[in-house]
């Protein structure tokens, strides 16, 4: 009986003409990434559970996809004991899909130290699983693109990055977006003023959520995790914070007077926000969103998420400083900063925006027309000199009816079309159709290299 032909939920295949697209956006990150003095390495699709797990967060870890040991991975657990998933998968599984980039970086940090020279600046263009909920923008399998430094605590770095979001977003034609910014001591801060200082992770959670679910919905979800009623009265100035980035900072500046640490957070991001009024940013706002948490663990210091006005979709880009990640693998006082792109939902923002340059549709720019054994076998002679000048081009491979051909080279979105008859094998002027407005030209070999180049 056969397989129905289906792929795993919240996995996709990818089309010839949509390949084409993401890597049109793939190159433009990878280039901005090089172009800021960023170098690339890669990491196994799978890690060791032990390495993932405690880095994310309860809920993190929920989502992490273990896999099965080989061989007969049951004969580990006794079957008598009670079981359990949670007590049952450290017998079963020792190995999981990486989570995100970040964790398995600090990892090859670790494992690498010998071989790196600090300050350390990676990219890293690589698909990550989580088993979430499929919905639009949000997939089991997707792509994320990172940029990280280690081994500095310069905030110089915080201001870098932002730059460079600025310019690969601006370069990809987005003419709408803000990059936010927080900075989790900060949020610490704000902790210990309402007399909660061990309910941290509990308070930004829930914070973050403020977007989503709304004010009532984040008092009612703070309640119920036992944060008193007196902390939730002390947060309300917060709830609803708004105006310019000089107005929230006043605010700050006068709510956490009295955290040390806060007022260091406070520090931290008017050094950044001043570096870049005076820098300038081509087409990005920067904007501190006091509600900014995310829910990842291991951040101690600035965070950064992108969003795009032009369409609802959720973030498109998000990091932070990560002071203490490598520790947990036994390198301290390694600090960290990183941002990452939102590859698979920049796709969707430039697909509905209908930002991709329409002369990106093939990779495929010349089709020669075969005509008959002799005339295609000319034609692979034409083709090895074309490609050794950097024309991209191919030979429809039967000498079938001249209709079909072209209806190939059209299906393909192939430009240029090239007629190598008997005539044109004499007199070596070959006929040039471009396919969009059916205009020809009568062109030698040289002439016709020129044209591409």
């Known amino acids: 009986m056969s397989n129905k032909a289906s792929t795993p939920k919240g996995t996709r295949d990818f089309s010839t003409h949509e390949m084409i697209k993401r890597k049109f956006v793939l190159s433009c990150i990878e280039t901005n990434f090089k172009k800021y003095g960023f170098s690339p390495i890669e990491t196994p699709a799978m890690e060791n559970i032990a390495t993932l797990t405690g880095k994310y967060g309860d809920e993190?870890?929920?989502?992490?996809?273990k896999v099965l040991n080989s061989g007969d991975f049951l004969s580990?657990?006794?079957?008598?004991?009670?079981?359990?998933?949670?007590?049952?998968?450290?017998?079963?599984?020792?190995?999981?899909?990486?989570?995100?980039?970040?964790?398995?970086?600090a990892r090859y940090v670790v494992q690498h130290r010998n071989e790196i020279?600090?300050?350390?600046?990676?990219?890293?263009?690589?698909?990550?699983?989580?088993?979430?909920?499929?919905?639009?923008?949000?997939?089991?399998?997707?792509?994320?693109?990172?940029?990280?430094?280690?081994?500095?605590?310069?905030?110089?770095?915080?201001?870098?990055?932002?730059?460079?979001?600025?310019?690969?977003?601006?370069?990809?034609?987005?003419?709408?977006?803000?990059?936010?910014?927080?900075?989790?001591?900060?949020?610490?801060?704000?902790?210990?003023?309402?007399?909660?200082?061990?309910?941290?992770?509990?308070?930004?959670?829930?914070?973050?959520?403020l977007d989503k679910i709304g004010v009532e919905k984040v008092k009612l979800e703070l309640t119920a995790k036992g944060i008193s009623n007196e902390a939730i009265e002390k947060l309300e100035p917060l709830f609803l914070f708004n105006g310019?980035?000089?107005?929230?900072?006043?605010?700050?500046?006068?709510?956490?007077?009295?955290?040390?640490?806060?007022?260091?957070?406070?520090?931290?991001?008017?050094?950044?926000?001043?570096?870049?009024?005076?820098?300038?940013?081509?087409?990005?706002?920067?904007?501190?969103?006091?509600?900014?948490?995310?829910g990842l663990d291991y951040y101690t210091g600035a965070i950064f998420e992108v969003k795009t006005n032009e369409i609802e979709l959720g973030s498109?880009?998000?990091?932070?400083?990560?002071?203490?990640?490598?520790?947990?693998?036994?390198?301290?006082?390694?600090?960290?900063?990183g941002i990452s792109f939102g590859f698979d939902r920049i796709c969707i923002v430039l697909e509905e925006l209908e930002l991709f340059p329409e002369n990106i549709s093939s990779s495929v720019e010349l089709?020669?027309?075969?005509?008959?054994?002799?005339?295609?076998?000319?034609?692979?002679?034409?083709?090895?000199?074309?490609?050794?000048?950097a024309v991209s081009a191919e030979l429809y491979p039967s000498a079938t009816k001249l209709k079909k051909q072209l209806q190939y080279a059209d299906s393909k979105n192939v430009k240029y079309v090239l007629m190598v008859g008997e005539k044109e094998i004499e007199s070596e002027i070959y006929t040039l159709k471009n396919m969009v407005?059916?205009?020809?030209?009568?062109?030698?070999?040289?002439?016709?290299?020129?044209?591409?180049?």
């Open 60 to 65: 993190g870890d929920r989502l992490i996809f």
């Open 76 to 105: 580990k657990v006794n079957m008598e004991d009670e079981l359990t998933s949670k007590s049952i998968t450290p017998k079963i599984s020792e190995k999981a899909l990486r989570y995100d980039l970040t964790v398995p970086f």
């Open 117 to 209: 020279t600090f300050p350390f600046k990676r990219y890293q263009c690589q698909p990550v699983w989580r088993a979430d909920r499929p919905q639009k923008g949000r997939f089991r399998e997707f792509v994320q693109c990172d940029a990280d430094v280690v081994g500095t605590d310069s905030l110089l770095c915080e201001v870098e990055l932002i730059q460079l979001y600025d310019t690969v977003f601006s370069d990809l034609g987005l003419k709408d977006f803000e990059i936010e910014f927080n900075n989790r001591k900060i949020l610490s801060g704000i902790a210990e003023v309402i007399g909660e200082q061990d309910r941290l992770i509990d308070i930004t959670v829930s914070l973050d959520k």
């Open 244 to 294: 310019s980035n000089e107005d929230k900072i006043n605010l700050l500046n006068d709510f956490l007077k009295d955290s040390e640490v806060g007022l260091q957070g406070l520090k931290e991001i008017i050094f950044v926000c001043d570096c870049i009024k005076d820098l300038g940013l081509r087409t990005a706002k920067l904007s501190i969103n006091i509600n900014l948490a995310r």
């Open 316 to 337: 498109i880009g998000g990091g932070g400083r990560y002071d203490n990640l490598t520790g947990v693998f036994g390198l301290n006082d390694v600090s960290g900063v």
């Open 367 to 389: 089709m020669l027309v075969n005509f008959g054994e002799n005339e295609g076998l000319h034609c692979l002679k034409l083709l090895k000199k074309l490609r050794e000048n």
């Open 437 to 453: 407005d059916g205009s020809q030209k009568s062109l030698t070999l040289n002439e016709l290299v020129l044209i591409f180049k």
